[in-house]
């Protein structure tokens, strides 16, 4: 019987996750190999081809039944022409026309998005927004990625920067520091893994009175989340500010596109419900009633496999 598929790859700086995806939204399965970034362009792109055939091989009922390829990298990326313009995870990738190269590897529909916006897709089709036709999702990791789908739609704006949350610029400027991205008092410089880091090691420079500074090896986020929880007073203030912006800028978010939910996944949303309260706490108090009404914050369910549930789902969100 003949039926929908959706193949969808998750391109990372080591490594190359592909995921066969039913119309539903349904991982059936996966299949994971090296991205051999040091060999270069078109060792990359034949990985890639050689992978989504080991998963699905050629000349089957199911690689029949696949109706396109979506690829999620991290980078700057030509959306419309398919096109990685730039990724700093995989250094050789400069002005590959991805789309043309495996199209005419695969004779298969190919989409190709950014990272966040992917994970975003598949949480919205398969996760913790399954059904949700109005949906914002952050991603608490190195930095702050986002991804927005209204009416059911993901969004990706005039030049692709829609849906940029940790690149809002919402700490004031007595308190903001330079972000990568050039700009001052990004979202990100405060809530993610490596800004809870900072802000972590800035008090054990300053000698504060924390246990933070009994820890010998370097400090991750989860060292600092854990002495939060744990009563450290210093620790908690940090944890506290990272949830305070998230939810000052999701009650900005909320009057630009009224989602019904948002959705918190990566490394630093792994803090539970310690952490999504205050955020929740800190939303409620910034947002109209109108426009919190009938809103949740849940944490995202889908973990490593968002990518390529959602590169999957480029074919019928995007
Ligand atoms: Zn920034």
């Not at 690689?63 to 096109?83: E, H, S, Y």
């Not at 829609?162 to 001052?184: F, K, R």
């Not at 939303?283 to 549930?309: C, M």
């Amino acid at each position: 019987m003949s039926q929908s598929l959706y193949v969808g790859v998750d391109l990372g700086g080591t490594s190359i996750k592909i995921g066969l995806c039913n119309d539903k939204g349904e991982l059936l399965r996966t299949f994971e190999g090296p991205t051999d970034t040091d060999q270069g362009t078109d060792k990359i792109m034949s990985n890639i081809a050689a992978y989504v055939n080991e998963l699905v091989p050629p000349g089957t009922q199911e690689w029949d039944d696949v109706k396109g390829v979506g690829i999620g990298i991290a980078g700057f990326l030509d959306i419309p022409n398919g096109i990685i313009d730039f990724s700093a995870n995989l250094p050789p990738l400069r002005n590959v026309p991805v789309r043309q190269i495996m199209e005419e590897k695969l004779a298969k529909p190919i989409k190709i998005n950014n990272d966040a916006n992917v994970a975003a897709l598949g949480e919205v089709w398969g996760g913790a927004g399954k059904g949700v036709q109005n949906c914002v999702c952050y991603t608490l990791g190195t930095g702050v990625g986002g991804g927005l789908i209204v009416n059911g739609r993901l969004i990706e704006g005039f030049s692709g920067m829609a849906g940029e949350l940790g690149h809002m610029s919402i700490v004031p400027d007595l308190e903001a520091i330079q972000c990568g991205c050039g700009q001052m008092g990004c979202l990100e410089t405060v809530s993610s893994a490596t800004g809870i880091i900072r802000m972590g090691k800035d008090a054990v420079e300053r000698g504060d009175r924390t246990s933070l500074s009994l820890i010998e090896t370097p400090l991750t986020a989860k060292d600092v989340i854990d002495a939060a929880k744990a009563g450290d007073e210093v620790a908690q203030r940090i944890v506290s500010r990272a949830a305070f912006y998230l939810g000052k800028s999701m009650a900005a978010v909320a009057v630009v596109i009224n989602p019904q939910r948002f959705i918190i996944g990566g490394g630093v949303s792994k803090a539970g419900e310690y952490l999504f309260e205050q955020i929740r706490q800190v939303f409620r108090k910034y947002s109209t009633d109108a426009a919190q009404k009938g809103v949740d914050i849940v944490a995202a369910e889908l973990g490593n496999n968002a990518g390529v549930v959602g590169a999957a789902g480029l074919f019928l969100y995007a």
